[in-house]
Nanobody
Framework: QVRLVESGGGLVQFGGSLRLSCAASGFGAGPYAIGWFRHVPGKGREGVSCISSRTGGTHYADSVKGRFTISRDNAKDIIYLQMNSLKPEDTALYYC??????????????????WGQGTQVTVSA
């Protein structure tokens, strides 16, 4: 059974930092991409960042460039999202998702068939 589990969310003050983790299990070998997305009620889902397992290439939404960093621990099969200089507008439910694709990762949610349950990030002003 394939599974993605996010952790690391919480309440943080403006300018603070959090590190989200996405632990994968049950997936077979092969190339993949992990994407982080966030959802705000009434605003829909936004792609935040992604990383390709084959190339290590990354991609960021303009809204988080320079503040967020995605990385991976291949041995543990965990993807991290380090979030610095957090702003109230970063408040959202953050999801990690996985697609089995060998090319560059994308921030298109429809490309990702596997999703975790999400972890809430709240940034106070």
């Amino acid at each position: 059974q394939v599974r993605l589990v996010e952790s690391g969310g919480g309440l943080v003050q403006f300018g603070g930092s959090l590190r989200l983790s996405c632990a994968a299990s049950g997936f077979g070998a092969g190339p993949y991409a992990i994407g982080w997305f966030r959802h705000v009620p009434g605003k829909g889902r936004e792609g935040v960042s992604c990383i390709s397992s084959r190339t290590g290439g990354t991609h960021y939404a303009d809204s988080v460039k320079g503040r967020f960093t995605i990385s991976r621990d291949n041995a543990k099969d965990i993807i991290y999202l380090q979030m610095n200089s957090l702003k109230p507008e970063d408040t959202a439910l953050y999801y990690c998702a996985r697609e089995t694709f060998a090319g560059p990762c994308t921030l298109i949610s429809l490309n990702y068939p596997y999703w975790g349950q999400g972890t809430q990030v709240t940034v106070s002003a």
